[in-house]
């Protein structure tokens, strides 16, 4: 791809497609292996909705939403723990509506991508512990 922004190929080409750099979505997207489908949002998003947004830093981030609350949202990565408040419609560029792994297109409409994200996503306070867990011994045992 050249050098244009992700918003200049979303308004280009309809969608964007690429593969992510990070592990903030794991195990959901893998670095470097997934590919990523990004269109353009045409209403305000839901709940369990992947935006890819753009913070204040000029950063941009593809994180799943935990909670729309009127103002904005509360994001975090799958493979994080710690939320993110403060996004809102203005910072968000797209949103995920396919993952492409191994060829595959698994939309966000398909059941076992669904069935993940309620797993994934309903368990949050699990989810977090562990996480904060296995970076703790991951941490002291270097």
């Known amino acids: 791809m050249n050098k244009s922004s992700f918003e200049e190929q979303l308004q280009k080409n309809g ?20 590919l990523l489908v990004i269109r353009p949002v045409h209403a305000r998003l839901k709940k369990y909705d992947v935006p890819l947004y753009r913070r204040d830093s000029g950063k941009y981030v593809l994180h799943r939403i935990l ?29 995920l509506t396919a993952v492409i792994r191994d060829g595959k297109e ?21 989810r ?11 941490r002291h045992l270097k």
């Not at 794991?26 to 670095?31: E, G, H, V």
């Open 15 to 34: 969608k964007l497609i690429y593969t992510n750099v990070g592990d903030s979505m794991m195990p959901l997207i893998r670095q470097d292996r997934d």
């Open 67 to 95: 909670k729309v609350r009127d103002q904005d949202y509360v994001i975090c990565g799958d493979n994080r723990w710690s939320r993110e408040y403060g996004i809102t419609d203005k910072h968000i560029i797209g949103v």
């Open 106 to 126: 698994i939309p966000v409409t398909d059941k076992k991508y669904l069935c993940y994200v309620h797993l994934w996503c309903d368990f949050f306070p699990i």
């Open 128 to 138: 977090a512990l562990l996480l904060r867990g296995m970076h703790f011994l991951k």
